[in-house]
């Protein structure tokens, strides 16, 4: 008998930067099923398991359904208007003692757009800061930087679409088929199809076993790698010399730093055989259309915001760009965090990534919402927590987001949240960080709320209510703009709606974005006023004061850390395929059966000098902290290196990861932390899927 639904609601995935358009059924108030949208663009009918099986999170009875306030050390339930009136009891006396920059917020990546553009007015409009910023700050921001100093626009440059119209593609420090699957198997039938791919990567990636060549460098040494691809293409004569010279400047500068960088020269530094570095520069250079993808092995780095420069150099040195097959296509990890970026939720910048300080733009804000507004740059999620340490940053105000657990030096990230005078946390569960918070407030997930995301390729997409939030949960945009408006800064938005008409009027990217001409299919940034969309980027000019892409030319520099006689190995951390993120959501639904714990990936020459054997039990020692988990043997991952993710709070990946940090956006170093594996005598009674940590 066929089951019977009450609705079936067309909405957009809240899980990675895809953007899978899903078909959410629903009885009874709960989401019974999740198919995939047939004529979704990106994923063109199919889904991952996350995205189709992972929803019974929005029912778990460990959702949070009432506001808490914490008395006495501890949480008890509380009306709406008695948090409400706590939170503006504590911002207002805290900023008429310290000023409003003694306040700070985050927005929330997994939130739509109309809930980071009303967190991003609260806290400059109400509040009167720039302290605000989100999780692109730890993931993309290196990305964002790279593509605005070179290209102008701070998104992807073409679409998932692009993939197939590509006769070669390079990956470099993504895991597609585990951190964003449906693209993952659209690169593998392309490969199947005759798309030649090459995968670089210190792991051996399950698309390396579909390429034609896969690249295993030293992390850190990304940027030697692709200036030795650079000077490849040079020395072949693959550069595309009239686009070059129409279309770009300072490449007589890069074509000097190359020179140093032979195949050779880079072999020394990154390890990868010469012939190998030769034959991935010649598929590339070769092709007649050819994509450069890249994920948080590219960014998460000390000088990532660099090598995504390089990226570009690559691509504009051989004119494969603003062309169908021919795109830049940053992997964005979270389902918003393209879009929390887009809408200001950054302590720089406005809407469209202009600067704060800008008079124009700041006095076109000021006449929008009726109040001034400060033209000081606002601090960094780093910032932020070094400042509450320091005693300068007296509250703040989380929204969708599990510092004490996703971000790294988590030990720093607690002492900050313990100097906070006061803590408000938004989100739908309790988390590692509500655990410090003095409010929190009962949330809406993706699938209770409407509203819009934009995904990896900049394409914005309606997300539909398919339930109500349970208990008296609201939906993120009720509590934001009626904590402005307890504040005394009425947005005057009803609706999310109505935010994104505000967002269309100050925005020019979004000029001509409506819900109605959204449709089913979404519209890719820059909109014009007309409706007409952006599916490929700079076809005739690029998005600078002179018209034309900049080479960036950078040297190779050593990581933040290093391998040493203390700390012989070195982790990496990345993403599992069951799991997302912190595991918020994952970890509540059926996933957790068929990956219950994480585990430590270590090649067998590492495990027979360590005395460590499949399923022990290890210690794993950075320069700041220690864990404790379970060793798995492979050869996926090359000598030398380990390699975990960071899903499951009782492992706390995150307490192994320093202060090092991408030196110019502040995104931090995860991909390179030396550490010192050794094998744990196990109490009998331990239990192997809880591995605690140390």
């Not at 597609?176 to 990636?205: C, F, S």
């Not at 987001?401 to 005078?421: G, I, K, M, S, W």
């Not at 109605?516 to 690029?542: C, K, M, N, S």
Request: charge should be negative; charged fraction near 25%.
């Amino acid at each position: 008998m066929a089951e019977r639904f009450d609705r079936t609601t067309t909405t957009t995935c809240g899980y990675c930067g895809v953007g899978c358009r899903l078909e959410a059924r629903a009885r009874e108030g709960r989401v019974v099923s999740i198919a995939p949208a047939l004529d979704g663009p990106a994923n063109r009918g199919h889904t991952c398991l996350k995205g189709r099986f992972a929803h019974q999170f929005s029912r778990s009875r460990e959702r949070l359904t009432t506001p808490l306030i914490r008395e006495d050390g501890q949480l008890r339930s509380a009306s709406w208007e008695e948090a409400t009136a706590r939170i503006v009891e504590e911002l207002t006396r805290i900023r008429r003692e310290r000023g409003p920059d003694a306040i700070a917020g985050l927005a929330s990546s997994r939130a739509t757009n109309e809930d980071c553009w009303a967190m991003q007015r609260l806290m400059r409009a109400a509040i009167g800061t720039n302290n605000i910023d989100n999780c692109s700050r730890v993931c993309h921001s290196p990305t964002s930087y790279a593509l605005r100093r070179s290209l102008g626009y701070s998104g992807a440059t073409g679409s998932f679409d692009d993939i197939e119209h590509a006769d070669a593609a390079i990956i470099i420090g993504a895991n597609p088929t585990e951190g964003h699957p449906v693209a993952g198997a659209r690169i593998k039938q392309a490969a199947l199809h005759g798309l030649r791919l090459v995968t670089i990567d210190p792991r051996r990636i399950e698309l390396a076993d579909y390429g034609v060549l896969h690249l295993a460098p030293r992390p850190g040494t990304n940027a030697a790698v692709l200036l030795g691809l650079a000077h490849v293409l040079e020395r072949e004569g693959l550069v595309a010399r009239d686009f070059v010279e129409a279309r770009t400047t300072g490449f007589d500068a890069v074509r000097e730093l190359i020179a140093a960088y032979s195949p050779q020269a880079v072999q020394e530094i990154t390890g990868i055989p010469a012939a190998d570095l030769e034959a991935a520069a010649m598929i590339y250079g070769q092709a007649g259309e050819a994509s450069i993808l890249w994920g948080l092995g590219v960014t998460e780095h000390k000088f990532g915001s660099e090598v995504a420069q390089l990226l570009c150099n690559l691509a504009l040195m051989t004119g494969k760009v603003g062309r169908p097959g021919s795109a830049l296509l940053p992997l964005r990890g979270q389902n918003n965090v393209q879009g929390s970026s887009d809408m200001g939720a950054l302590p720089d910048t406005y809407s469209g990534y202009r600067p704060v300080a800008d008079e124009t733009v700041a006095r076109a804000f000021e006449q929008a919402w009726g109040v001034p507004l400060s033209r000081t740059p606002g601090m960094k999620i780093p910032q932020m927590f070094d400042a509450a340490v320091a005693g300068d940053l007296k509250a703040m105000f989380i929204f969708g987001e599990d510092v004490a657990q996703t971000d790294p030096n988590t030990t720093h990230v607690v002492r900050a949240l313990e100097a906070l005078d006061f803590l408000v946390c938004q989100d739908i569960f309790e988390t590692e960080t509500t655990a410090y918070a003095d409010v929190i407030l009962p949330a809406s997930s993706f699938l209770e709320k409407t509203g819009t995301f934009t995904n990896a390729e900049r394409r914005i997409q309606l997300v539909g209510a398919a339930i109500e939030p349970p208990g008296e949960a609201r939906t993120d945009f009720d509590i934001l703009t009626a904590l402005s408006r307890a504040l005394g800064h009425d947005m005057g938005l009803e609706a999310p709606a109505d935010a994104m008409r505000e967002i269309a009027a100050l925005t020019p990217e979004f000029a001509g974005v409506t819900y109605e001409r959204l449709g089913r299919r979404g519209l890719q940034w820059p909109v014009a006023p007309d409706g007409t969309d952006a599916p490929i980027l700079y076809g005739e000019r690029f998005e600078q004061p002179d018209g034309r892409a900049h080479f960036a030319a950078l040297p190779y520099k050593e990581p933040g850390d290093a391998a040493d006689d203390e700390f012989p190995l070195v982790l990496i951390t990345g993403r599992r395929l069951e799991h997302y993120n912190a595991g918020t959501m994952t970890r509540r639904t059926a996933n957790l059966e068929l990956l219950p714990a994480e585990w430590l990936e270590l090649h067998p020459d590492d495990a027979a000098r360590l005395w460590v054997a499949d399923g022990d039990l290890v210690s794993v020692r950075s320069r700041v902290g220690r864990i404790e988990v379970h060793a798995r043997i492979t050869d996926r991952i090359e000598p030398g290196h380990v390699f975990t993710a960071f899903h499951f709070p009782e492992v706390r990946t995150n307490l192994l990861v320093g202060a090092s940090a991408d030196v110019n956006t502040s995104c931090p170093e995860y991909k390179v932390v030396a550490v010192d594996v050794r094998p744990v005598q196990e109490a009998p009674s331990a239990t192997p899927a809880l591995a605690s940590a140390g």
